[in-house]
Nanobody, 115 residues
């Protein structure tokens, strides 16, 4: 079955950096578009970034220029490098992919940015 396991979250001061990773199994990773979402307390889950199988990327306006999504097909891993973090980036970050019309989610990793 499809499994997505996120790691790398933590507590960081504003202006700091974190790198999140998501290890995928149960899919042909190299052909899948991968997504990072986040959900802050009391808010809806929002799309942060995506990367296609060809490596094309898209970002939410709120993270453009600060976050970089990448993939390592040899390790079935998608990462997101988060720089210049702001308190409003505080959220649970989730990895996501889609297979046969279904969305699959990891358990999430908490990112907390202190001011």
């Amino acid at each position: 079955q499809v499994q997505l396991v996120e790691s790398g979250g933590g507590l960081v001061q504003a202006g700091g950096s974190l790198r999140l990773s998501c290890a995928a199994s149960g899919i042909i990773f190299s052909i899948k578009t991968m997504y990072w979402y986040r959900q802050a307390p009391g808010k809806q889950r929002e799309l942060v970034a995506s990367i296609t199988s060809e490596g094309s990327t898209n970002y939410a306006d709120s993270v453009k220029g600060r976050f970089t999504i990448s993939r390592d097909n040899a390790k079935n891993t998608v990462r997101i490098q988060m720089n210049s973090l702001k308190p409003e980036d505080t959220a649970v970050y989730y990895c996501n992919t889609r297979l046969r019309g279904l969305g699959y989610w990891g358990q999430g990793t908490q990112v907390t940015v202190s001011s």
